[in-house]
């Protein structure tokens, strides 16, 4: 069985930085795109980030270009969210997602399993 677990979380204020960590088991991570969305509260889920199986292609929301940075070691079977310059509306709940194939992706329907999520606010 599949399980992503996310860490890293909490609360910072208005430009600190954070690094996000998801853990995987259960599958050949090394093959899959990974990804980062994040839900606010009475927000919809939007994408962040995801990075491709090999780590050599990786897609940005406008919101967080420059400022996040997606990375993942496959020898640990771990995807980093490296997060700068925060800002009061980065605060939300991320979720890191495994996509479906190895193919750089950014729609949430592309993506089959979820981690259960891991708080992050920024205070201004």
């Known amino acids: 069985q599949v399980h992503l677990v996310e860490s890293g979380g909490g609360l910072v204020q208005t430009g600190a930085s954070l690094r996000l960590s998801c853990a995987a088991s259960?599958?050949?991570?090394?093959?899959?795109?990974m990804g980062w969305f994040r839900q606010a509260p009475g927000k919809e889920r939007e994408f962040v980030t995801a990075?491709?199986?090999?780590?050599?292609?990786?897609i940005y929301a406008d919101s967080v270009k420059g400022r996040f940075t997606i990375s993942r070691d496959n020898a640990k079977n771990t995807v980093y969210l490296q997060m700068n310059s925060l800002k009061a509306e980065d605060t939300a709940v991320y979720y890191c997602?495994?996509?479906?194939?190895?193919?750089?992706?950014?729609?949430?329907?592309?993506?089959?399993?979820w981690g259960p999520g891991t708080q992050v606010t920024v205070s201004s």
């Open positions: 997602a495994r996509a479906r194939t190895g193919r750089i992706a950014s729609m949430a329907g592309q993506f089959d399993t």
């Open positions: 259960g599958l050949t991570f090394n093959i899959y795109t």
């Open positions: 990075i491709n199986w090999s780590g050599d292609s990786t």
